[in-house]
């Protein structure tokens, strides 16, 4: 049995959970799962065969110049890679296999076993999350039709998740290396994840706040559940989510 809460953090009932809850825990499946779908999202990449090799100039012979690399008799030596203006040894090539292929089978089953991790009040903290009540955490449909992220954060305050929110807003680090350049400057956490059954107001109400993603049941998957391959995220179910989570397994 589970406790659901209304929007003033009281406890006005409690249900039965699904079966999906009571799934072994498996991070070995769930991390290839994660694997899997974030390397889907990975683009081949590849440079210009005559990368290098290409070149203006025409050849008068040998023996104009002083022996330096580029004056070898007969030699390519102005190509080779530790040269200045030489290719490079080992550029990226378009056919290496980027992905990680995964059973339809242990994929599901890793999304199974990621929603059995968000109930175990264990892994949520082994995963730095900030938060001292009891999961899985179930809130009232009428969270569903919140409207303002000020009203949001209201109702994560009675839940006691607020401290996790600002866990995550203080994390937010400028990446170290060359990502910050390409339209990856910060490194943000993860706090709450608030599942929904179908698109609601509370969608654009909630996604504003540090590290929250609002998903809908249909659309969860291991990267919301599991992010970086790591099961246990503090989740925030409300009744029809969980309605629909037995109609889908």
Not at 104 to 116: D, F, G, V, Y
Not at 130 to 159: A, C, H, S, W, Y
């Amino acid at each position: 049995m589970a406790k659901v809460y209304n929007l003033e953090g009281e406890v006005v009932k409690e249900i039965e959970l699904p079966d999906v809850f009571y799934t072994e825990y498996r991070p070995d499946i769930i991390r290839r799962a994660f694997l899997s779908a974030f390397t889907a999202r990975l683009q081949p990449k590849g440079t210009d065969v005559l990368a290098g090799l290409r070149t203006s100039a025409k050849n008068i012979g040998k023996g104009h110049g002083m022996a330096r690399v580029d004056r070898v008799p007969q030699g390519w030596a102005v190509r080779v890679p530790q040269a200045v203006g030489g290719r490079r040894a080992h550029p990226p090539k378009v056919e290496k296999i980027l992905w990680e292929r995964v059973n339809r089978k242990e994929r599901l089953l890793a999304i199974k076993s990621a929603i059995a991790a968000t109930a175990n009040l264990e892994l949520v903290k082994e995963r730095g999350h900030i938060f001292e009540g009891e999961v899985p955490l179930i809130i009232e449909d009428g969270f569903e039709n919140l409207q303002k992220t000020k009203e949001v954060f209201e109702v994560f305050k009675r839940l006691g998740l607020d401290k996790d929110v600002e866990r995550a807003k203080k994390g937010k680090k400028v990446r170290a290396g060359k990502g910050k350049m390409r339209g990856r400057r910060y490194k943000k956490k993860k706090s709450v994840l608030v599942v929904v059954k179908d698109k609601c107001p509370a969608v654009l109400a909630s996604r504003n706040l540090p590290g929250v993603d609002v998903i809908t049941v249909k659309d969860l998957g291991i990267l919301h559940l599991a992010p970086g391959g790591v099961a246990g995220r503090l989740t925030l179910w409300t009744e029809g989510a969980l309605e629909k989570l037995k109609e889908r397994f």
